[in-house]
């Protein structure tokens, strides 16, 4: 999901790991959340496991390939994450949706030319949504939604799949280069127990986010979490509660 202006993106609300009870490998047992919570979450896209999903956003512009070489890694990790593509260019690559998701990986709705949804009319929004990746998950561009929005969504068979952990890693806070590998990485890191456990991260296939990922599950796992476990293909829809473990 590219992010707009700052003032939205603070408006707005992404590896999947659970904690282990083995304590091998340098690895710690992970602290628990104080609750989980309940009914659909949107922010943890129906995950009521205690594993946290990695989630990519957009398209890899410059290398379309990157998608399926990501999705590979992380299939030969045994671990299942989550791409919302762009329809715009998946409709272009057909492909790499129907590799993605032998690979073991859910490939969602992220609109169809990635607009910010809430300025656009009843049927301009009906229409982004409708020529989207079919799925049943739907990631609105910048994370930004409203009850509108919602009520489009669900009328098309879809639910809100936002995030907890956003790496911000569309941003330049040195200046012209985007946000490092090392600090990706470091955002994960240090996000609180709640948004890992059980959460979703945000990360974008046009950055330095699949640089960085190697290096989450690296923390993540000595810190007792586990990623989504990845069980095989799957179909265009997601299970409800998604299926992680």
């Known amino acids: 999901m590219r992010r ?27 602290p628990t959340p104080s609750a989980a919570p309940a009914g659909y979450d949107a922010t943890r896209c129906g ?11 957009d398209w890899p512009y410059a290398d379309p390939d990157r998608a399926t070489r990501i999705g590979a890694d992380l299939h030969a990790r045994k671990i ?11 409709g272009r690559r057909p492909d ?6 032998e690979q073991g990986h859910w490939v969602a709705n992220h609109s169809f030319s990635h607009p910010h949804l809430p300025v656009l009319s009843d049927d301009e929004v009906d229409m982004e949504i409708r020529n989207g ?15 509108r929005e919602e ?5 098309l068979g879809y639910r809100i799949c936002t995030w907890t952990v956003d790496t911000l890693d569309w941003e330049k806070p040195d200046g012209d280069a985007f946000r490092s590998v090392a600090s990706i990485r470091s955002i994960v890191r240090n996000a609180p127990v709640e948004d890992k456990y059980g959460g979703v991260v945000l990360g974008h296939l046009d950055y330095n986010f699949p640089d960085a990922v190697p290096g989450i599950i690296e923390d993540l796992e000595k810190d007792g979490y586990q990623l989504c476990a990845n069980n095989g293909p799957v179909a265009a829809d997601a299970p409800l509660p998604l299926d992680c473990g």
């Open 4 to 30: 707009p202006m700052a003032a939205i993106a603070a408006g707005v609300m992404a590896l999947a790991l659970v904690p282990t009870t083995a304590t091998g490998a340098g690895a710690a047992p992970a």
């Open 47 to 57: 995950n009521t496991s205690s594993r946290t999903l990695l989630t990519f956003d």
């Open 80 to 90: 299942r994450a989550a791409f919302f593509l762009i329809g715009e260019y998946a």
């Open 96 to 101: 790499i949706v129907t590799t993605l998701r």
């Open 133 to 147: 990746v079919r799925s049943n998950l739907l990631r609105p561009p910048y994370g930004a939604f409203g009850q």
């Open 151 to 155: 009520s489009a969504a669900a009328a």
